[in-house]
């Protein structure tokens, strides 16, 4: 079945960096888009970037726009996201997903705090 594993989260100072990782198994990956998506306390699930399937396609929300950055290895079966710049609205718990199938991960906690 599919499933998706994120990991690199953590607490980072307003200014900061850190870099996601979610693993993939149970379905085709490298022919499948990616979506990362966050989910802060008390809202909606928001979309935040997506990939197409070879990675020569790239979206992202105005939010992150020039401080985000999504990437994948269709080798290794992962996607990536680069935050840079971190703020604290970033503050969320941020969970990978392919809009071909309705799983979704754990997710991995993101805390931007001085």
């Known amino acids: 079945q599919v499933q998706l594993v994120e990991s690199g989260g953590g607490l980072v100072q307003p200014g900061g960096s850190l870099r996601l990782s979610c693993a993939a198994s149970g379905f085709t990956f490298s022919t499948s888009a990616m979506r990362w998506y966050r989910q802060a306390p008390g809202k909606g699930r928001e979309l935040v970037a997506t990939i197409s399937p070879t990675g020569g396609s790239t979206d992202y929300s105005d939010s992150v726009k020039g401080r985000f950055t999504i990437s994948r290895n269709n080798a290794n079966r992962t996607v990536y996201l680069q935050m840079n710049s971190l703020k604290p609205e970033d503050t969320a718990v941020y969970y990978c997903?392919?809009?071909?199938?309705?799983?979704w991960g754990q997710g991995t906690q993101v805390t931007v705090s001085s």
């Open positions: 997903k392919s809009p071909w199938y309705a799983y």
